[in-house]
Structure formats: C-alpha cells, structure tokens
C-alpha cells in the first residue's frame, strides 16, 4: 500500500522564484496536513485540510504561501516569490478523522533550498 | 512558547540496554500524545500513542508511560538494536482538535 507521495524530493531555486510542492495522501484519507521543519522552529504545522476544505490556515506564514487542495488525491503548497528563509524540509501528512485516536501519516518530505 | 518539550536533544545507548525517552508538555487541555520516529532524508514514522485515560500502552519493545500530573511522559525501548538509532519526536493533541504539537526531537544513538 503505498504511503503519502510527495514531490519533488529536493528542490533547488533562486529568490525570487515560484515554487511548488505537491502531495498525494494515502487513499481513503480524508485529512491531509502541511507541516515545515527547520533547525530554529522544529516542525509546525502551516495548513490542514479536511475533505478538501481549508479548516486553519493560521500557519501559514505569510501571503507569499498558498496551499490548494482540488480533489481527495493531490494537494499543493506554493510559495510565491520565493525567499532563502524560505529554505526547510516540508512535509504533508494525511488522516482519517477518527478522534480520538487518530495518526497522522507522513510523507518523506521536499527539501527546498532557496539561493 | 513551547507547549511540548524534549529537553535532551541526544541520548546514546548500548546495544541491549533500555533506551528511555523523555518528554513534557505544558498545556493540560492535551489528551492525546504519539511518538514518531525519523530516519534520515524520511518522514516521520509513527510509532506508539498513548490515550489521557491510560497511563501505560504497550507495542513490542515500545512502552509509553503518562504521568498527568507531572504532565509527562517517556517512551522506553527494551532491548535497544542499532536498528533504533533515529529521532524520536513526541506529539501531543488537545481534544477534537487535529493539530498536533511537536517536541524538537531527541536524537537516539544505539552503539553496537
């Protein structure tokens, strides 16, 4: 079975540049959650959806992110222009909804690097 | 202000020997708390949880143990295998809410 799918893996770019992460969460999920880790904040959590709706977004840190979910098998996060702060691991995660014990399970992450 | 705490950011165990990991958090309304473990270029991986309402939850050679009170809780690993070697992160969870809040991860050395 696979797990969440994540691309692309690493991603290089220069300030100032779209970029765009995408996500497949596992099938039959119906939460899927986008985290950031960095060596200064840990992991935090951006954005989460549940049935493809936008429930808190109070994560996100700024206008310059933006996170889409069009259908129950793809979601992305964009962060347009991009900045070197920028630079983290992302992850997206997904759920069923089954409080209260519920698990959130990841995908491996896209290692953005802004120059 | 961080609700979750994992005050040792690195623990080195011997091959054999019980790991135990530590882990505080400061928001009472949390009632639900999952250790993952991350390897290297991976996501996390999820690997115990522990409801309020136990204070103990066993899976193989994983135990949690919650302390309410002290508002803390520990993962032991018995026996330890190189295999373990990772970062372990706890997560804690208040009610219906689906946010989790993670610790800043412990960093599990298993010496063979």
């Known amino acids: 079975d696979a797990g969440v799918i994540q691309s692309p893996r690493h991603e290089v770019t220069e300030m100032g540049q779209e970029v765009t992460l995408r996500c497949k969460p596992i099938?039959?999920?119906?939460?899927l959650f986008w985290y950031r880790q960095t060596m200064m904040r840990g992991l935090e959590l951006l954005i989460y959806?549940?049935?493809?709706?936008?429930?808190?977004d109070s994560g996100m840190p700024e206008d310059r992110f933006s996170a889409k979910m069009p259908n129950a098998s793809f979601s992305t996060l964009k962060i347009q222009p991009s900045e070197p702060r920028d630079s983290a691991v992302y992850f997206c995660?997904?759920?069923?909804?089954?409080?209260?014990?519920?698990?959130?399970?990841f995908g491996p992450g896209t290692r953005l690097l802004v120059l | 202000d961080q609700q979750v705490k994992q005050n040792s950011p690195s623990l080195s165990v011997q091959e054999g020997r019980i790991s135990i990991l530590n882990c505080d958090y400061t928001?009472?309304?949390?009632?639900?708390f999952l250790w993952y473990k991350k390897y290297p270029a991976e996501g996390p991986t999820f690997l115990i949880s522990?409801?309020?309402?136990?204070d103990k939850n066993e899976d193989g050679r994983f135990t949690v143990f919650l302390n309410k009170s002290a508002k803390h809780l520990s993962l032991h690993i018995v026996p330890s295998q190189p295999g373990d070697s990772a970062v372990y992160f706890c997560?804690?969870?208040?009610?219906?809410?689906?946010?989790?809040?993670f610790g800043s991860g412990t960093q599990l050395t298993v010496l063979p």
């Open positions: 928001n009472s309304m949390f009632d639900y």
């Open positions: 959806f549940n049935n493809n709706v936008p429930i808190d």
């Open positions: 997560a804690a969870r208040a009610g219906s809410a689906r946010q989790l809040t």
């Open positions: 099938s039959g999920h119906n939460s």
């Open positions: 995660a997904s759920s069923v909804r089954r409080p209260p014990n519920e698990t959130q399970y």
């Open positions: 522990i409801s309020s309402i136990k």
